[in-house]
């Protein structure tokens, strides 16, 4: 078997530079590519000029790598050309890209993967005269049509205005001519598999092929691939030749090594096995391989079988042969019609073509893939701008999906019909819009026009359409369009609620507010001013103590302010008052012993009468000259203000710069009926069965109290000597922004009518922490919370006051 020399471009050896460009001999180029499926890459196997099976060659695979195969004896150069078409080559790019993190989706990868093999073929038809595509399936590849159109159309729009100018000033310019390439080349398709079910005889082959050929000609041809003039073709195809081969001999892919293990194997389980003089010749490394020179004119073979002679010797070489023949001779004239007549076709000798080989390879392969270069020549650069939109046709295809989809959407989004609206409703149509786009994107730019057809509707949302959304004291947002305001009142969420006037008897529909002046105070005092109800009330932010008769002053003390007093557990509220005077009874509880007194519920709620005992001790005039003196130092400041209301960690001796509290006088304490409660022409908007008060038993024991008692000893009030018991109801309403208002039994429970109202009630709610907000008990569908709003008191008929210190404490859970 004859030798060819190999090499890989751009390394030479010197044999073969002194062999080959010394030589004056004219050269038929021809280029493998195509496709194959083994770790080799190899598509030379059909051929036989392989001195060695592939598997046995040293060789690595790699994407863009062309190899040379030269024979001294003949006027061939063989280019084998390894492109992303080749499985091996296509699988080492992946991992590459999967190891780098580089790797977007398989359809920008099969993208790039197409683009690099179009810019091999595209070079390819302009260094070889003949093309040998190599295919590994039964049937043309129809994929291919498409990237040979869009090759075709680059060569027109492109490479026909740059590549003329780059090769005119070269030693080969001359040669190339108008076409810029050595002929038209003629382009043969060899299949390496034979479909299933058919006969390998001659006429069912050639059949076969010969119907192939006419299937792949009318393709091209209606896909003005090949036309008329071939000197406008991208390629040829032979008009009355053959073009399409397909191999008969399965065992061109095997692997040697293999085929002999197993044999060996076989043969060591059947010792008398014995192996056909043919089936050994396939295991030789060449042909007569190991045989005497004197056997190689022994011709006394028994014949083969007509089909297995068939496919032994039907070699691809002798179609080749024929296009070979060809073009040393007259060279390739394929022009149809009116275009016949000798067409353009040049062969070289080994010098000036490798000289053209490296020039091209240099515009077609090196520079694209030179992220840095950049293109002097205008129509150069931009077929380097054009060549990956014109070559991936179905990225357009994609983009224009992309672009219908993302119109579609947003128009869907810009509803004319909305003028503004909240940051919800903008979400809710966000996704709307983007569902209906992924109906129609297709594609590598479907997330990325996704991403901007979110911020189209942020910019149509933000530019005109945004609702203000400002948050009301309640939570509830703006309802206007996004302005600019200076004050919070300018706000409007459009919410209404109802609540009643500082007495209780009328009311009234208030906006949802958006300040705390306006909740607490402009509200109450529009209600006031308008009420109908006589009402004496005082200001409770601007005086330090309160008190409804400033005559002798009598000083409550709470039992429960000082902790020291906690050792005796039955006493309560001690009281100092002076003869002739009227006894202050207080409501307020010390913060510090709150837990205190709620660990003590149950002595509250027993029937011990010394619980609600308050002691009184008589004060001399002098004392109570002093603790003026005190009450003056104690003056709070006029000069600094408190933002909102009195609360507990409020900073002392500061008022606020508006009342979020009212003192009112509803009238005498007979407009009160126990057994009918708060009327509802008096006080409106109770619940059925909680609009009664809630009975408070004091008793009252004085010392030093001979004078001032025996005014009253005939009075019901008097008890057990110097004890009197004194009989307050008091009631804590709460009120929800629906207008429902009742009264509570308790800390958690509610007052459910008059009936079940015992005895001395009132204590459970004098001597514990109420809550500031309590769930509504009306039915409605949303949950309404209700809030402290009044505490009403009916005084005795004797002669004390009751003072109302009412304090709001933070709630200490953390959120």
């Known amino acids: 078997m004859t030798t060819y020399l190999s090499w890989e471009y751009p390394e030479m050896p010197e044999n073969v530079n002194k062999l080959l460009l010394q030589n004056d001999k004219k050269l038929v180029i021809i280029g493998v590519i195509g496709k194959s499926a083994f770790p080799d890459c190899n598509k030379m196997v059909a051929l036989n000029i392989l001195d060695r099976h592939p598997a046995l060659l040293d060789h690595e695979a790699k994407e ?9 004896a003949e006027s061939i150069l063989w280019l084998h050309f390894e492109t992303t078409l080749d499985a091996f080559c296509m699988q080492k790019l992946l991992l590459e890209e999967l190891q780098n993190e580089t790797f977007d989706q398989f359809l920008t990868f099969h993208q790039r993967m197409r683009s690099r093999f179009a810019r091999m073929f595209l070079f390819a038809t302009h260094v070889c005269h003949l093309i040998v595509f190599v295919e590994l399936s039964v049937t043309f590849d129809a994929s291919l049509l498409g990237m040979f159109k869009a ?12 590549l003329p100018k780059f090769i005119k000033n070269s030693r080969t310019g001359f040669m190339f001519g108008k076409t810029a390439r050595l002929c038209s080349p003629r382009v043969l398709f060899l299949f390496e598999n034979l479909p299933k079910g058919y006969e390998k005889s001659y006429e069912s082959i050639s059949k076969m092929e010969f119907e192939v050929e006419d299937n792949i000609y009318k393709m091209l041809r209606n896909e003005y691939i090949v036309v008329n003039n071939n000197a406008s073709s991208l390629f040829s195809i032979p008009v009355n030749q053959r073009f399409v081969y397909y191999n008969l001999n399965d065992k061109h892919r095997e692997d040697p090594v293999l085929s002999s293990v197993n044999f060996l194997h076989e043969l060591l389980k059947k010792p008398s096995l014995l192996q056909t003089d043919e089936e050994i010749e396939e295991l030789l490394p060449y042909k007569d391989f190991g045989r005497p020179i004197s056997d190689l004119s022994d011709s006394d073979q028994k014949p083969p079988e007509e089909e297995h002679f068939f496919a032994h010797n039907r070699k691809f070489m002798d179609l080749l042969k024929e296009h070979i023949d060809q073009a040393l001779d007259t060279g390739f004239n394929d022009n149809l019609s009116k275009y016949k007549g000798k067409s353009h076709f040049v062969v070289l000798s080994a010098k000036p073509w490798f000289e053209a080989f490296k020039l091209l390879h240099k515009i077609f392969i090196e520079n694209p893939d030179n992220e840095q270069f950049e293109a002097n020549d205008a129509d150069y650069k931009a077929y380097l701008e054009n060549f990956d939109k014109i070559v991936n046709y179905d990225s357009e295809f994609f983009k224009a999906c992309c672009d219908i989809g993302l119109q579609k959407a947003f128009s869907m989004y810009n509803n004319p019909t909305l003028t503004y609206y909240s940051a919800v409703i903008h979400k809710k149509m966000v996704k709307e819009a983007v569902t209906l786009y992924r109906k ?18 942020e910019t149509c949302w933000k530019s005109g359409k945004q609702q203000c959304e400002y948050p009301s004291l309640r939570g509830s947002p703006c309802a206007l369009p996004k302005h600019i305001v200076k004050e919070a009142t300018e706000h409007s969420s459009g919410v209404v609620y109802i609540s009643a006037c500082n007495c209780g008897k ?53 039992a429960h ?31 510090d012993n709150l837990n205190k007194i709620d660990e003590r519920d149950n002595v509250m709620n027993s029937s011990d009468e010394s619980v609600n005992e308050l002691i009184l001790k008589v004060k001399d005039k002098e004392v109570q000259d002093e603790d003026k003196e005190r009450s003056v130092l104690r003056q709070p400041s006029t000069t ?20 979020s509290w009212s003192l009112c006088c509803v009238g005498a304490s007979s407009v009160y009926s126990h057994n009918t409660g708060l009327m509802e022409h008096f006080q409106s908007g109770f619940l059925t069965g909680s609009n009664f008060l809630l009975p408070w038993d004091v008793h009252v024991r004085l010392e030093h109290s001979a004078s001032w008692a025996a005014a009253y000893e005939k009075t019901r009030y008097r008890k057990m000597g110097e004890v009197f018991v004194l009989k307050i109801f008091v009631g804590f309403e709460y009120e929800c922004p629906r207008g429902h208002r009742f009264m509570m039994s308790a800390p958690d429970k509610v007052l459910r009518g ?35 709003m009044r505490i009403h008191v009916v005084t005795p008929k004797a002669p004390v006051n009751v003072i109302l210190d009412p304090k709001v404490r933070k709630s200490s859970i953390k959120k």
Not at 766 to 782: D, I
């Open 151 to 162: 090759l075709k159309i680059i060569r027109d729009r492109h490479v026909l205005r740059f």
């Open 64 to 72: 863009g790598q062309i190899q040379f195969y030269y024979n001294p």
């Open 506 to 558: 009328t009311q009234g529909r208030r906006e949802d507010p958006y300040s705390i002046r306006h909740a607490n105070y402009e509200f109450y005092e529009y209600m006031a001013n308008n009420c109908t109800l006589a009402a004496e009330y005082d200001r409770a932010f601007c005086k330090t103590s309160l008190s409804l008769n400033k005559e002798d002053e009598i000083y409550a003390i709470n």
């Open 640 to 659: 600094e203000y408190l933002p909102g209301m009195v609360h507990t960690e409020s900073p002392v001796g500061l008022l606020p710069q508006f009342p």
């Open 440 to 457: 129609y994107a297709r594609g590598p730019d479907k997330s990325v026009n996704e991403l901007t057809l979110r911020e189209m509707c």
């Open 561 to 591: 302010s000082d902790e020291d007093n906690y050792e005796d557990e039955n006493m309560s509220q001690r009281l100092m008052a002076s003869q002739n005077s009227h006894t202050n009874l207080s409501l307020s509880v010390s913060l």
């Open 754 to 788: 008059g009936s079940g109202i015992l005895r001395d009630s009132g204590s459970k709610v004098v001597y514990n922490n109420m809550p500031l907000y309590f769930p509504c008990p009306c039915r409605t569908k949303k949950f309404d919370v209700a809030q402290l």
